[in-house]
């Protein structure tokens, strides 16, 4: 079974901080990761693309990958009360299926002001 | 910019009706998808498309079928709709890659389904 875990939350932290969203999954012939953000009632929207170990950052957002670990994780830095949304963590699995993604349920964040 | 519009944001329907909604990309993408998403249950995929008149089953595509006429249109169908069917239903879309690794994909809208 291929699987997507992330904690659901409810993940609160203060404006300013940087909020950490982490993802576990199964399979570790994975290659593809990705990070989409959905606000409540709205659709799932790209904001992060991962394939290689390390770190990718783009503006207050850097994605990390650790393949041995088969552990993706997403850091927003300076976390402004706009970010409040549900992060999807999506991973492609190799073999079988691997034509499509497999999401994670969310994890939903909250930036107090 | 990538775009993906679906017919209607929201729809009721009663139950038993055939239910249509559409989705049209216009960046030449040959993927497309359609989801659904219930709370607690996440993103199920239902049907997807990896070129015209092609169609692959998903995790769960009892109750629903699909159209793929052309390329940058994905019709997802609910023969006779049910209660259970009421959901968020969301069309995504996808370049074909070959042998690469990026699988980026996008959504639409969304269309919230009410069956009563």
């Known amino acids: 079974q291929k699987e997507v875990e992330q904690n659901s939350g409810p993940l609160s932290v203060p404006e300013g901080a940087i909020a950490s969203l982490n993802c576990t999954y199964s399979d570790r012939g994975s290659q593809s990761f990705f990070w989409y953000r959905q606000y409540s009632g709205k659709s799932p929207e790209l904001i992060m693309s991962i394939y290689s170990n390390g770190d990718k950052e783009d503006g207050r957002f850097t994605a990390q990958l650790n393949k041995a670990s088969q552990y993706v994780s997403l850091l927003i830095r300076d976390s402004q009360p706009s970010d409040s949304a549900t992060y999807l963590c999506a991973v492609r699995f190799s073999g079988a299926g691997s034509y499509q993604l497999t999401f994670g349920k969310g994890t939903k964040l909250s930036v107090i002001p | 910019d990538v775009k993906v519009t679906q017919s209607s944001r929201y729809l009721v329907k009663r139950t038993g009706e055939k239910v249509f909604l559409e989705c049209v990309q216009d960046?030449?993408?040959?993927?497309m998808f359609w989801y659904r998403q219930d709370p607690g249950l996440g993103l199920r995929l239902i049907y997807f498309?990896?070129?015209?008149?092609?169609?692959e089953k998903g995790d769960i595509p009892e109750g629903y079928s699909v159209s793929r006429e052309k390329k940058e249109r994905f019709s997802l169908i609910l023969e006779s709709a049910s209660t259970n069917q009421t959901s968020m239903y969301l069309c995504?879309?996808?370049?074909?890659?070959?042998?690469?690794?990026?699988?980026?994909?996008?959504f639409g809208p969304g269309t919230r389904l009410t069956v009563t």
């Open positions: 995504a879309s996808r370049e074909r890659t070959s042998g690469g690794l990026s699988y980026e994909q996008y």
């Open positions: 498309s990896y070129d015209v008149k092609m169609k």
């Open positions: 960046m030449d993408h040959e993927n």
